[in-house]
């Protein structure tokens, strides 16, 4: 089947979540149709075209960790955010002892309290702003400004909502 879901599906899975015991029990049980077990076909682009900005960079709701460590190099810090251990672990699982390791790491936090010491000049957000409550969206609108650096780019690709 396809492992992305149709607007349909997408538009029904976050209540589901909720529903079911949140972003933890997705990962735990294996359900997660928004990870496509490599990084984002729009981020490799980017780099391939050399296209993505340099600089510290965040990605929120990173779950497994593909498009940190794709991103990730000498020119680019990539910080993977997630609130979930599960997710976390899974990433630092398969990419913890990547060549690209000490351009990267993975953080547990949640994107909307978490205010690291140095801002963002790139943040990328793959569904994550789809994936929350709509009520959530302006505290969303407001941690991305705290975020990033007032030169920086936000990055974002979402189902329709």
């Known amino acids: 089947g396809n492992i992305i879901p149709t607007p349909e599906e997408a538009a029904t899975f976050q209540p589901q979540v909720v529903a079911e015991g949140g972003w933890e029990k997705c990962w735990e049980d294996g359900i997660t149709p928004w990870d496509q077990g490599r990084a984002t076909p729009l981020i490799l682009h980017l780099l391939d075209s050399s296209s993505l900005p340099v600089g510290r960079t965040l990605v929120p709701g990173c779950g497994g960790g593909h498009d940190v460590v794709a991103m990730a190099n000498p020119e680019r810090f990539v910080v993977g955010l997630d609130i979930s251990e599960k997710a976390l672990k899974k990433a630092n699982e398969s990419y913890g002892s990547s060549p690209k390791a000490k351009y990267f790491t ?35 609108a407001k941690s991305m400004y705290e975020l990033l650096n007032p030169n920086g780019e936000l990055i974002t690709l979402m189902y329709p909502i």
């Open 106 to 140: 993975f953080v547990k936090e949640d994107v909307f309290t978490w205010r690291p010491n140095e801002l963002f000049d790139l943040i990328f957000d793959y569904v994550f702003f789809c994936a929350i409550e709509p009520e959530m969206r302006p505290a969303w």
